[in-house]
Every structure is written in structure tokens, then in C-alpha cells.
């Protein structure tokens, strides 16, 4: 087998780059683990920037976001049992998110590719990614049985955050840079209409808590937990009880629904550089992982393929490598802004395990400071929505 771009992970930043390459002529052969149903049905994120928006347009894979995306023009921060809108579209000329699930993304992407009967193989084994210093990468995988090799001219390593591709890389080239966090969040999907048109993040004595959702008839909410929790000790009705206590303001009440999937995330910063070396480019959680809180991850692996699209529609077009040289360079700005934002807002949101009165009052105080002050909202408004420079 032989393709101009062998894409190790249909995720959403594997599935996307298949897609943008695709309208430009581009042949690619995008290798994915897990199954079609796996990968469709793995709850993640629900806020997508405009720029992700935008791309997704590009790619020609955005009809039903269009039809079925919830446009929201604000956020709320709640603290000291008070809730204060930042009303992001007034504080950045306009700019919006699109609440539309990871699930929803994938899905599309995948029709979009197999609808055109496009390479894209599901439940391969042993992906091995050989050779990435020569002109003619090899990738090689088990599938039906069988093993097989794939010869390319570039490796796109969208396989996440456990994959094969940034293991290859020898030792000694890539710097990594890590925060654990104390947190986890324990989520849930329920099958009720959100109480609250907005995403409510809400600060309170007993952690951290998150309104968010996927649909008028579909909650989706998080919990600070630890990072160990076991979730066989959080029966519905106790996550309910947790929810209340930490959501609830006066006169506004939680609508509860049966709880249609629960599990608990860790919450980890982590950064790769650089995003490449020879013929391999990481993009997406492959190179980088911030904590959910700022909402960042799949916008973060979504402007990577943006660019690393770009940059192989010149490389195959002009020959030039410019664009794929400094890939690398291009990408990690902005990965750092997010790393920052992500940090921030969840320092900001999550109460310690130690109960330490002084680090909740400095929460507060910034939580008061950045609804009062228009600078500190727009700061927040700006980099939420993604239009912070890097
Ligand atoms: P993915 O989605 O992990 O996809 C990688 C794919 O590669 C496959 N794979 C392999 N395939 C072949 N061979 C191998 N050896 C392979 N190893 C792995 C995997 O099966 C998978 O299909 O990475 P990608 O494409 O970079 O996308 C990143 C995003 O998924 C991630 O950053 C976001 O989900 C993070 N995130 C959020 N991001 C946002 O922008 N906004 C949000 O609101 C948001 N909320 C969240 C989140 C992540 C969460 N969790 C569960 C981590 C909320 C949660 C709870
Ligand atoms: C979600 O809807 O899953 C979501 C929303 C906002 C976040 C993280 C996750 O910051």
C-alpha cells in the first residue's frame, strides 16, 4: 500500500486533517485502533470555537453542526452562591462558541469519509511507524488477520495521549513539560433540557462544579472529584445530591434525569516539543493535554491540523518546505496560551483537598475581580473563545 500521508488516529484531529487533505487532492490512509462504534460514542468535549467552526466548514463537514449546534454568546461564573454572566461575544467584537459534542464531530468526519469511500480502517493492531528520517516513512499494522505496510511520504500523529507516535520519536529529541493535578472530574450525560441557557462553572465549598450540555433535551455535568474516586461509590442519586448542593443558587433549582453515562477524567498538563521530527508531525492530544476546564483540548487539536494542512497542501503543491519546518513552531504558541488558560481556570475553579481558607479567598477575589473588571473579563472572554493572541 502507498499514500502521500499515512494518519496514525481517527480522532477528531486525524478524521479533520483526512478531510481538509481530501479537498485539496491529497491521499491519505487514516489507521484507528479502536471500532467505528467505539470511537463514535466516547463522550469528550462540547465547546467549539469559532476558528474549530470555521475549519470544520472548511473541511466540508459542517451541515448538520450548522442545523444542530447551540450558538452561546456567554458564559456564567458562580462563587459565594451569586451568578455573574461574562458576555463573551460583547467582549471580543462578536466572537461566539458553538456547543456541539466531540461524538457529533467524529461522527460526521467519519461519514464524510467513508461516504466517498476514502481509506479509513478501524480496529487495526501493532501500528509500528518506521523509517521517519528517510523520504519514504513506512507505516505497518495488523488488520483482518493480516499484517500490512503502508508506505507514505509523511506520518500525521493524531493518536493521542497513549498512542504510538510520539514513542517513536528517539529518545534525547523531544523536551516534555507535565503538571499533575489533585482533581479529577466525575461526569455525567442526562437525558433532561438544561437548567440554565448558558455553561455555568461554579466555584463553591465543596469543589468545583459544571452545567454544560449537548442538546435541549441533554445535560451534561462535572464534578471535582479525586483523581482515584471510584465511581461504583457514586450512585446516581449521590451525584445529584453533589450537584445540588454545589450548582445551587436561590430561587433556581437543578433539573435531574436519568443518568445516561458517568465516568471519571484525571486532569493532567502536558506538553511535547517539538510537534515533529523528519517525517513525523504529532498534532492534537498526541502532542499536548490541558485540564477540561478551559474547554481547550479539541480546539487546541483541531488549529494543529488546520495548520499542518496548510502546510502539507504547500509541500505537495511547491515543493517548499517552509511551512512544514517551522510546524512545529507554529502550533506551540498557541498550545502554550491554552496550557496557561487551562491552569488558570482550573486554579482558579477547584477548591484543595487540604482546606486551605487563604487559597479560597485568592480564588474568590479573582473570580470577584474578573466579573467586575472589564479588562479581567475580556481576558477570559478573549482567550475562551479563542481569539487570544498568542
Ligand atoms: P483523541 O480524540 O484521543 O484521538 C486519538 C485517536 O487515536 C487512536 N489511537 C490509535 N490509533 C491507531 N494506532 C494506535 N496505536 C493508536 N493509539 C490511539 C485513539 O483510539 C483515538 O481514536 O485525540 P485528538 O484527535 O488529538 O483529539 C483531542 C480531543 O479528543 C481532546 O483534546 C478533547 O476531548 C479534550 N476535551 C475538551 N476539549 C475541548 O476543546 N473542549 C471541551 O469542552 C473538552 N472537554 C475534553 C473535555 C476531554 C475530556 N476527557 C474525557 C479527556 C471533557 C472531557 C471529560
Ligand atoms: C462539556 O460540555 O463537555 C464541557 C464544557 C466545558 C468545559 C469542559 C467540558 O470546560
Redesign the pocket.
Known amino acids: 500500500m502507498r499514500t502521500r500521508v499515512a494518519i496514525?488516529?481517527?480522532?477528531?484531529?486525524?478524521l479533520t486533517l483526512s478531510c481538509l487533505l481530501e479537498r485539496h487532492g491529497i491521499d491519505s490512509v487514516v489507521?484507528?485502533?479502536?471500532s467505528r462504534d467505539y470511537?463514535e460514542h466516547?463522550?469528550?468535549?462540547?465547546?467549539l470555537e469559532q476558528g474549530s467552526v470555521e475549519l470544520l466548514e472548511e473541511a466540508g463537514v459542517a451541515d448538520r453542526m450548522g442545523r444542530e449546534g447551540l450558538v452561546h454568546h456567554g458564559i456564567e461564573l458562580q462563587f459565594d452562591g451569586e451568578r455573574h454572566r461574562v458576555p463573551l461575544s460583547d467582549l471580543t467584537g462578536g466572537a461566539s462558541i458553538v456547543i456541539y459534542g466531540?461524538t457529533e464531530v467524529v461522527k460526521d468526519l467519519i461519514a464524510a469519509r467513508l461516504d466517498k469511500g476514502l481509506p479509513l480502517l478501524f480496529e487495526?493492531d501493532d501500528?509500528a511507524v518506521d523509517d521517519i528520517c528517510s523520504i519514504q516513512p513506512r507505516v505497518s499494522f495488523e488488520h483482518d488477520g493480516r499484517r500490512h505496510e503502508l508506505e507514505c511520504d509523511v506520518v500525521a500523529g493524531?493518536?493521542?495521549?497513549?498512542?504510538?507516535c510520539r514513542t517513536a520519536i528517539p529518545d534525547g529529541v523531544l523536551t516534555t513539560y507535565t503538571r499533575e493535578y489533585p482533581f479529577a472530574?466525575l461526569?455525567i450525560l442526562a437525558a433532561v433540557a438544561p437548567s440554565s441557557d448558558e455553561l455555568v462553572y461554579a466555584h463553591s465549598r465543596r469543589g468545583f462544579a459544571l452545567l454544560s450540555m449537548r442538546s435541549p433535551q441533554l445535560s451534561r455535568l462535572?464534578l471535582q472529584c479525586r483523581p482515584e474516586a471510584d465511581i461504583a461509590l457514586w450512585p446516581d442519586e449521590r451525584i445529584w445530591d453533589e450537584l445540588d448542593l454545589r450548582l445551587g443558587v436561590p430561587g433556581w433549582d437543578l433539573a435531574h434525569g436519568p443518568v445516561l453515562e458517568k465516568?471519571v477524567?484525571p486532569m493532567r498538563s502536558f506538553v511535547a516539543e517539538p510537534m515533529q521530527y523528519g517525517r513525523l508531525y504529532l498534532?492534537?492530544?498526541?502532542a499536548h493535554?490541558?485540564p477540561?476546564t478551559g474547554?481547550?483540548?479539541?480546539?487546541?487539536?483541531l488549529h494543529d491540523v488546520g495548520l499542518l494542512a496548510e502546510a502539507l497542501v504547500s509541500f505537495f503543491g511547491t515543493g517548499s518546505r517552509t511551512l512544514l519546518d517551522s510546524y512545529s513552531w507554529r502550533c506551540l504558541g498557541r498550545v502554550w496560551r491554552s496550557e496557561h488558560f487551562s491552569w488558570w481556570m482550573t486554579s482558579m475553579l477547584h477548591l484543595g483537598w487540604d482546606g486551605d481558607k487563604y487559597e479560597e479567598k485568592l480564588q474568590v477575589a479573582q473570580l470577584r475581580y474578573t466579573v467586575a473588571s472589564p479588562a479581567a473579563a475580556t481576558s477570559l472572554a478573549e482567550n475562551y473563545v479563542g481569539t487570544a493572541k498568542a
Not at 158 to 164: I, K, L, N, R
Not at 295 to 301: I, S, V
Open positions: 496514525i488516529g481517527a480522532g477528531p484531529a486525524g489507521l484507528e485502533n479502536k470511537v466516547r463522550i469528550r468535549a462540547g465547546v466531540q487495526v501500528v493524531c493518536d493521542g495521549f497513549h498512542g504510538v472530574w461526569g462535572y465516568g477524567t498534532a492534537g492530544d498526541a493535554i490541558v477540561p474547554a481547550k483540548g479539541l480546539n487546541l487539536a
